[in-house]
């Protein structure tokens, strides 16, 4: 019933641009933060970004601040991330993460993900 959806990875050179999107589906999208997670082979899952319910506060990881942006549009039940300047250290595949903060254990739910090679 709860679905998220991923989608708009692939191969990019670097310094190229990707804009990942999840589109959700069986739940409130609307009162729901959401997060960019990204998990490369061998290493641990990682925060990239976060969104407030209603957009109106965002964080990132250091190390892709200034160069990815989250923003989400509630009527369409869809958070994206634009990727810009991209580097090789940024090859993994990523997932978006719904979470309702005030009932975080039965309401926090993810997508299958979507993998973003960079490379010449």
């Known amino acids: 019933q709860v679905q998220l959806v991923e989608s708009g990875g692939g191969l990019v050179q670097p310094g190229g641009s990707l804009r990942l999107s999840c589109t959700a589906s069986g739940f409130t999208f609307s009162i729901y933060a959401m997060k960019w997670y990204r998990q490369a082979p061998g290493k641990e899952r990682e925060l990239v970004a976060a969104?407030?319910?209603?957009?109106?506060?965002?964080t990132y990881a250091d190390s892709v601040k200034g160069r990815f942006t989250i923003s989400r549009d509630n009527a369409r039940n869809t958070v994206y991330l634009q990727m810009n300047v991209l580097k090789p250290e940024d090859t993994a595949v990523y997932f978006c993460?719904?979470?309702?903060?005030?009932?975080?254990?039965?309401?926090?739910?993810w997508g299958q993900g979507t993998q973003v090679i960079v490379s010449s």
């Open positions: 969104i407030t319910s209603a957009g109106g506060s965002t």
């Open positions: 993460n719904a979470i309702f903060e005030a009932l975080p254990m039965t309401n926090n739910y």
